[in-house]
């Protein structure tokens, strides 16, 4: 049993942040609430433009659509056609979590295992609060570093390099990157310690 309590344990907290960059990747409302925060609006002529493009970039990382030749520069497009690749390991990713993590509480729920499995849960959420509370202070000391860094490691290429006046920026400035990061972290920190209570109070009524 102990295979499958480990599995939990490590894969959670990585299994919840996918989770949640999906959710907010696609979530046009958040990219709509941020360009009134960052100034977005304000760097074309109208919202119209702003709200159509973005959520016309949605369409195309999750589904068939297509990018606005007129609007994008070519390196624009190829990058966000990496991005949309990135998108889709992530999608992967996120199915092989789900199924490891879904067998694992199969077996110990058929196994009668429930005090372990909801330790493993309580154990995971536990770990996954302690990296995200790192991460976060680190955002907030030098987010630049780890926007680098995440670029750096993700692409195999300097495409996301891209001039300051590039449609691009203009529309996902790096404070937009920066509270989309922040979101994820306390999307995930929310959901880590529901799971964690939720485990504590049934482990405890089990015990009893």
């Not at 295979?3 to 907290?13: A, D, E, R, S, V």
Request: charged fraction near 20%.
């Amino acid at each position: 049993m102990k295979i499958f309590t480990y599995i939990i344990i490590i894969f959670l907290t990585p299994f919840l942040i996918l989770l949640n960059l999906r959710l907010l990747i696609f979530d046009h409302d958040f990219y709509k609430s941020e360009f009134a925060k960052v100034g977005t609006y304000e760097n074309f002529e109208s919202r119209e433009i702003v709200d159509k493009q973005s959520k016309d970039l949605i369409t195309y990382l999750c589904c068939d659509g297509s990018l606005d030749t007129d609007f994008y520069a070519e390196r624009e497009i190829v990058h966000m056609r990496d991005v949309k690749n990135l998108i889709s390991t992530v999608n992967v990713y996120l199915l092989a979590l789900s199924t490891l993590l879904i067998i694992s509480c199969a077996v110990l729920i058929a196994k009668k295992r429930l005090s372990l499995l909801f330790f493993s849960f309580k154990t995971g959420t536990l770990m996954a609060i302690v990296s995200l509370a790192v991460v976060f202070i680190i955002s907030q000391i030098d987010f630049d570093f780890l926007f680098l860094k995440f670029h750096v490691i993700s692409f195999d290429n300097d495409l996301w390099v891209l001039p300051e006046n590039a449609n691009l920026i203009q529309l996902f400035p790096q404070q937009f990157f920066a509270d989309f990061a922040n979101r994820i972290v306390l999307q995930t920190l929310a959901m880590s310690t529901s799971i964690l209570i939720f485990s504590s109070i049934a482990q405890t009524k089990i015990k009893k």
